[in-house]
Structures are given as C-alpha cells and as structure tokens.
C-alpha cells in the first residue's frame, strides 16, 4: 500500500428525521434547513432521498486524530 489512495478510510455519518413537536410525525423541511446549515457549516451535510431526512457526515479520513478533529466541529 505506497500510495494514500489504497489506504483505508475512516467517517461518521449521522442520520436526523425531522419531527413536528405536536404530531410527532416526521415532516418534510430538509431543504430549508440544509441551506441555513450550509451557511454555517459548510459542506458537512446532505440531503437524503426523504425530505424529512438530513445527514451530518465527515469527509474520509486516513486516522483516527482527522476524524476526531471533524466531528469536534460539529
């Protein structure tokens, strides 16, 4: 394994449902809530397939410290 590239990669994905506090049922605002996240927080989110579903997730990292370092910024 010479080159970074073969080299395993480490991440963390974080899955959020977005609830109503009254019903408790899941409702779709992960476009609205993406782009004010976005402009705080760059790019440590996605959209998911579900519009009442958002991720929080790092980029691969080669060690433990990286990853570590990631997430200490969410």
């Known amino acids: 394994m010479s080159n970074m590239q073969d080299r395993p990669t480490l991440g963390v994905e974080e899955e ?3 609830v ?7 409702v779709p605002g992960a476009a609205q809530i993406l782009k004010r ?3 705080l927080l ?5 959209e ?3 519009k ?3 991720e929080a997730k790092t980029t691969p990292c080669q060690t ?3 990853l ?6 969410w």
């Open 42 to 46: 760059s790019s440590c989110d996605s």
């Open 64 to 66: 433990l410290a990286q």
């Open 37 to 39: 996240v976005r402009e």
């Open 20 to 26: 109503d506090r009254g019903s408790r049922m899941v």
């Open 52 to 54: 009442h579903q958002i």
């Open 68 to 73: 570590r370092s990631e997430t200490r910024a």
């Open 48 to 50: 998911e397939l579900m």
């Open 16 to 18: 959020y449902f977005l």
